[in-house]
């Protein structure tokens, strides 16, 4: 992978048209799913069904949004799963303690940002690579949470407390955080000075430096409003069932790091946008759901999904290789 | 190139070693004053053999991420050649002995798969691997139908279960391996060039390192070991899943970036990758015989994971940015 | 572009086309044995003893034990509740001390390392719930090789691998309990579908299977949709019980829950569906999980046994085992509070037949 460095105007102008494309194969990519599994059964197209698939899965598309930041500034979160269980547990048991709701919703934020501005600061000032920060924290929050909890279940919620089923309008509330914070953050990462200095540390650390930019302080922000996005899916994770299940959500960090890179964020740091990993995370639930509307035999849904995500991988390279041809 | 890379790394390497090696002492030290069960040869030797399928994977994973590059589908792997192991002796009526060989085969494709797109496409290995995660075990799970094949004759058992000259069968095949992998990477230009790409890939290109060939090798070659991890493992437990191996992944590269290998490529030895799943393993063997929950265990070992390293950068007080 | 639109149409097409044949139901390959349709209690077969043996076990008769308990996993509310049993079961006896401890996922090679431990540390007895029976068994006889015993409870292993095994329910009872309630609340007609946890786990396929086979001979024009796999993850199960029912409509008359965390998952994407009446959900579940949807009126009914009698009920086999009040040939164990328990297909022990738990007696219930 050329590891461009975007310094400043040239390469900002390159980066958004590279990124407009990106998004674009994403989001003919699930025009086309809907059209064909469309054709084959109508359902599939259906208001409700859409409805379900954004509705349940709004959480891992907030979620990648933050990893999507952690990435583009050149590292990465493997506990992201772990810690979603460990927030949304907190969440219910607040909750179930009569503290008040904004307060049950408000702490997995503040504590999503303290414990991810930890470990970003780990990373930035004592220089450990952040994937074995974030794999040890990983350990430690999934065993501490099991120590902790047992795995009970957390029920009797008060009613108002299920902020994911609430509706505006008709349409599930989480769909707004998805697409709001989406947009927000995209405009963010563009027109902000750490936004852009977030870019510029991934890019290149040397490059950012000498452009007057803190990379360990960059670095540090990465992760904080990484921790409020986690935060923010802990609690729509937390809040779309009745019952909480007081445990970490299997491979949960695998789905939400596939949707990052899918969406065109580039691992070695500098490039990417939180738009794709959004349409990213969109495009694989739908897959997920398709594949049960055209009757693909459930042994071989995983191996299909493969296929596809990976094809969708292939034909960005693809596209990429051939804009730098033509260029 | 490749000489100044190994020049101003290898102190670190040296170091971290050490460190690791002095904690390794002292764990085993204190583990063993608090129960006698814990420094036994028995307990020894059957350590060895449980953490056999993890080492193997570490060892090609440690050249992998030497190189800068990373595979998250050794587990599937592992779990799509013990199907086809299976499948090709049940389905395929393959001799016993062909469908093994056939089994590690398929893992060596895997792999090769995996290093060919990466190579050829240019599709970052972490990118590459994390589909193939999903699709090795999605064909895994679509080849055998949920369906385990069982019944295996007595002599497939002695590689998992049985001993030669008193030592688990297994533990020899992880002995020779270490090895081979130890002379490759410290003693040969292969070894070096594996340095030099994770230093400098582009530096390694122009130096006339033939860059896409050995990446191909390694990816293969990690492919093969996990394969080898499947037979050994199918032989271990006597059966076949399609979720055998989930989670391999990241034991084996939380062993090798705890022996030392830098994530972003250039530094790490075999010895410190031997070191860091040595020190896993009986970590938690050791506490689990003094009394210590599993839940409990494994926040020790994210613990010792972070302050290991911390611990050793803080010592040669490396100077560099965040990331 | 173009190029791109038809390489995924093509892809999409092609594995969709490849794929599409062959429905499938989930269950496994073994042998099915449908209770009758009325209440005839089945015919058990005499067999003998087919347990395993232990090598010089120390006489420990009316001494102090040790056990040590390995779920299929820790952290999970299911397995917390047996833990409990085993709790009660120890506190009662008063000379037994029992610990749990597993992996944080039910992952079978964790597992084996976790018993592999305890063997190696020196307990007197192993309780076990096997991820998979075959896996399991190297370890297991290890154990009684060693002069441990071995009683294995909630999903079994080879039987040569362990002593005695304490079955909640035999598999042709939770499948004829499920099916009745099901075609009790959507008619002998009715169309339903499956949420299971995943097509590997042993006893999920085993009740799929011999639910398939009591419905063809007991309730014949009920028809079965499909069945879709969902892990151990609640928003998973959620959204695959959502996609079932937004792909059939008003087609889909009922959702058959297999697993405590899909039945519960499958209940809240009916009623955020608002459709509580039309869709019936049916599982297996705990009755903490499924409290807000009985009470609500969604859900009429759960089918399980008790987890706490469970993890009970092996404590004292393994107590009984210990003094030898079990012994092979025997034909009934005593277990405290429970009773009597009988003996069943050579060395299975049975906790008794499932029972149903709604509206009036949910809150009786805690774990």
Sequence with gaps: ?327 | MSVEARATRAPFAYHHELLLLIVLVLVVGFLAVGTDKFLTVDNMLNQGRLMTEVALVALPMTFIIITGGIDLSVGSIMGLAAIMLGVAWKNFGLPLELAIVFSVAVGAVAGFFNGLLIIRVRVPPLIMTLATLALYRGLAEGISQARSVRGYPEWFFVLGQGEVFGVPTQLWILLVAIIIFWIVLAKTTFGRSLYAIGYNEEAARFSGIPVDRIKLIIYSLSGTMAGLAGYIFVSRVSTTRSDMGTGLELDAIAAVVLGGTSIFGGVGTIAGTVIGFTLIQLLKNGLALSGVKGDATIVVIGTVLILSILVSNFLQRRRGAGG | MKRLAIIIATTTALTGAALAADPWDGGDDLPTNPLACDDTPGTVAAKDYDGGQTTGAADKSGKEITLIDIPKLVGVGYFAATTEGMRQAAEELGNVKVTTDGPTEANIDDQITFIDNYVTQGVDGVLFAANDPVAIAPVLKKALGKGIHVVGYDANSDPDAREWFVNQAEFNGIAKSLIDQMAAEIGDEGKFAIVTSTFTTPNQARWIAEMQAYQESCHPKMEWLETVEAQEDNILSFNQANTLINKYGDDLDGIFGMTSVATPAAAEAVTQAGACGETAVVGLATPNAMRPYVESGCVKSVVLWSPVDLGYAAVYVMRAVVDGDLSPGDTEVEAGRLGKLQVVNGSEILLGSPFVFDKSNVNDFDF
Excluded at chain 1, 164 to 193: D, E, K, N
Excluded at chain 1, 229 to 251: D, E, M, R, Y
Aim: glycine share 10%; charged share 10%.
């Design chain 1, 1 to 327: 992978m050329a590891t461009a460095a975007f310094s400043t105007s040239a390469g900002y102008r390159d980066l958004r048209r590279m990124v407009l494309g990106q998004e674009m194969v994403l989001f003919i990519a699930i025009v086309l799913l809907f059209v064909v599994v469309g054709l084959i059964n109508p359902r599939f197209v259906a208001e409700r069904n859409i409805s379900s698939i954004f509705l349940g899965n709004a959480y891992i598309a907030v979620a990648a949004i933050g990893m999507s930041m952690v990435i583009i500034s050149g590292n990465i979160d493997i506990s992201v799963g772990s810690l979603i269980g460990v927030l949304a547990t907190i969440a219910g048991t607040l909750a179930l303690n009569g503290v008040p709701i904004i307060i049950c919703w408000l702490a997995p934020l503040v504590i999503g940002i303290a414990i991810t501005s930890g470990m970003g600061a780990i990373v930035a000032y004592l220089h450990i690579p952040s994937i074995v920060v974030t794999l040890g924290m990983l350990s430690i929050l999934k065993g501490g949470l099991i120590s902790v909890t047992g795995g009970a279940w957390l029920t009797n919620l008060p009613p108002e407390f299920f902020l994911s089923q609430t509706r505006l309008f008709g349409i599930p509330t989480p769909i707004y955080f998805m697409v709001g914070l989406t947009i927000a953050a995209a405009f963010w990462m563009r027109l902000s000075a750490t936004g852009r200095a977030i870019y510029a540390v991934g890019g290149n650390v040397e490059a950012a430096r000498l452009s007057g930019i803190d990379p360990a302080a960059t670095v540090v922000k990465a992760f904080a409003i990484h921790g409020f996005f986690v935060g923010i899916a802990a609690v729509l994770f937390a809040t779309q069932l009745s019952v909480i299940q007081s445990t970490v959500p299997p491979n949960l960090e695998l789905t939400i790091i596939t949707a990052s890179v899918v969406g065109g964020v580039s691992i070695l740091g500098g490039t990417g946008t939180v738009i794709g990993s959004t349409l990213a995370a969109v495009l694989i639930a739908a897959i997920a759901s398709s594949m049960i509307f055209v009757n693909i035999s459930p042994f071989w849904m995983r191996a299909v999904q493969g296929i596809l995500i990976l094809v969708t991988v292939l034909a960005d390279l693809w596209r990429r290789q051939r804009q730098r041809m033509g260029t």
